[in-house]
């Protein structure tokens, strides 16, 4: 004023930002700020959870509730807690089957499968035998984490590779010599003698070789046909021709018959057997 009788308010020319509140000095002012903000006039703002000294896990937010003048902090996915330092277990609820562990990390977590079992669950079976494990015509059988060849006959081992001389177990009988082929063995029988393991002796009759009912009898890699009355042959095959004996005279006919003939007399003669009776 004109004698400087009026005091000046420093606050009228020099109000406080967000809401703070001035108080009036003698030769200056000040601000009172609210939380969350500074400065000469309260204009600047400031990180309430840095004031407050809130630690928040790294890539957590700090947050200011300014209704409650509190401060919390929201989470990153997979952790929790006040400051977020702890980590979820998502194990707690987790699909792993078939007796796979679970493995937690942060907001996932992962199926150790046991043998045998694959996929994100391990949900998937998996087939033993899909890379053909079995060798030479085994039959491969799909087992839980394993497989189990049945292997094909001359073959053994685990996945049936192993050749098998099955000749040193001398299966041949009565003299045969065996000989390996691919499906196993086979036995080369001596005279006589026939089967798998040249076990059966041979009878050279059981062709029934010998004919018109005669009689064989087995020898050692022969036989012997005993002929019926009228034949003869090896075999007895041919009938024998008693017309050849010249028994029908007088210039009669004679007609062979089985171990028998018979004379057709000329005119003037009888008799069956030679035609002499006139």
Known sequence: GEFCKVQIDYCDSNSCENGGTCIDH???????????????????????????????????????????????????????GQTCLENINDCEANQCQHGATCEDGVNTYSCNCIPGYEGPFCEVEINECSSSPCKNGATCMNLIGRFSCHCAEGFKGETCSVHVNECLDTPCWNGGTCEEDINGFKCNCPLGFSGQYCEREMSECDSAPCLNGAVCQNDVNRYDCFCPEGFEGLNCEINFDECTYGFCKNNSTCLDLVADYSCVCPPGFTGKIDCTLD
């Open 26 to 80: 003698e030769d200056h002012f000040k601000c009172t700020c609210p939380i969350g903000f500074e400065g000469e006039r309260c204009e600047l703002d400031i990180d309430a959870c840095l004031f407050y000294n809130i630690s928040c896990a790294p890539g957590a937010l700090c947050f200011y509730a300014e209704d409650n003048q509190r401060s919390h902090c929201v989470c990153a996915l997979g952790w929790t």
